[in-house]
């Protein structure tokens, strides 16, 4: 029940007992509820499975920024999205991930590994450093020493693996749930399948769940709610952020998609795509007032396939 001077929710006390933010319960609008408390929506992890993307252990050796070409060692670095901070747009295009590289180099130690024999007392690393000296990996090789000089092959994370400069076989995904959010709650289009960092939760849609109709919903000002209501605020960095932890992605409830038609999967796909052809035209620190009829209408989208009909307005105010 809700009036103009109170709102009254009822839950019964056997509930609450399990309930981990009463917050909830005075935050959210009806909306919230409608949903939650009904089938229209599903845990996350029936739709997807995610998991924190790639932890270097050493981000000033791994992650490597414009003196890449002056370092000799373009041809073994990957594209990354670095910091959700530093993507200020849903689509991340093979010309944003220009800016970041991650040494990866996984296909190219397997491949010393094959060539070479295990000579007594060698250890792998060993094996794969003299391999790369012999076959023109000079410029690699320097950087590896450089870093080794700088200590960089320490620490829990490098030393667990066999080989320090190894990150093995890097995950890459087309949608991007951010850990953290500053100001603005976007999922990224991951659109040059660059590899991300640990800042990122890398998802993996099921087989039944179209990944772009996912996207599209996870960048719902709906889903933007229920990020900011099961979150918490962490301060650092000059100013406050909303943080999300992985299992409390996995608790996110998300209008279930394996029970839209197609029609409705249809308008929110392109919704979603004018949203993002929206962001690309207006190029890089995206406002939302600049984009707002486009987000309305991927909400209207998303509310509809919900049974909510138009309550844009409602969901606008609560984030």
Same mark, same amino acid.
């Given at each position: 029940m809700r009036t103009d001077?109170?709102?009254?929710?009822?839950?019964?006390?056997?509930v609450l007992y399990d309930e981990p933010k009463w917050s909830i319960f005075f935050l959210a609008p009806p909306?919230?509820?409608e949903i939650v408390d009904t089938d229209v929506s599903t845990p996350f992890e029936n739709l997807a499975d995610q998991h924190r993307a790639n932890t270097s252990?050493?981000?000033?050796?791994?992650? *490597?920024? @414009?003196?890449?070409?002056?370092?000799?060692? &373009?041809e073994y670095l990957s594209p990354l999205a670095k910091a959700s901070g530093q993507i200020d747009r849903i689509p991340f295009t093979t010309s944003d991930a220009e800016e970041w590289g991650i040494l990866d180099v996984h296909e190219l130690v397997q491949e010393a590994l094959e060539e070479t024999s295990v000579e007594f007392?060698?250890?792998?690393e060993a094996r794969v450093k003299n391999w790369l000296r012999e076959n023109?990996?000079?410029?690699?090789?320097?950087?590896?020493e450089w870093g080794e000089d700088r200590d960089m092959h320490t620490g829990s994370t490098c030393e667990a693996r066999d080989i320090w400069f190894d990150l093995g076989e890097l995950d890459r995904t087309k949608i991007l749930i951010p850990r953290f959010t500053w100001r603005v709650f976007r999922v990224i289009w991951n659109e040059a399948m660059a590899c991300a960092n640990d800042q990122f939760y890398n998802?993996?849609?099921?087989?039944? *769940?179209? @990944?772009?109709?996912?996207?599209?919903?996870? &960048?719902?000002?709906?889903?933007?709610?229920?990020?900011?209501l099961q979150g918490r605020t962490v301060g650092g960095e000059g100013m406050n952020r909303t943080e999300i932890k992985g299992y409390e992605v996995d608790d996110l409830p998300i209008p279930d998609i394996r029970d839209m038609s197609d029609e409705e999967k249809r308008e929110i796909t392109n919704a979603f795509d004018s949203l993002l052809?929206?962001?690309?035209?207006?190029?890089?620190e995206v406002d939302l007032g600049e984009?707002?009829?486009?987000?309305?209408k991927l909400d209207r989208a998303v509310l509809n396939a919900c049974g909510l009909g138009d309550r844009v307005d409602e969901i606008r105010r609560a984030v």
């Open positions: 001077k109170y709102r009254l929710v009822t839950r019964q006390q056997s909306a919230y509820f252990g050493k981000n000033s050796f791994f992650h *490597v920024r @414009e003196d890449a070409d002056e370092l000799g060692i &373009n007392g060698e250890s792998d023109e990996h000079e410029e690699l090789l320097e950087y590896i998802v993996h849609p099921n087989e039944d *769940v179209d @990944e772009k109709v996912l996207c599209g919903v996870l &960048n719902s000002r709906l889903v933007w709610m229920f990020y900011e052809d929206r962001h690309k035209e207006i190029g890089t984009c707002q009829k486009e987000r309305d």
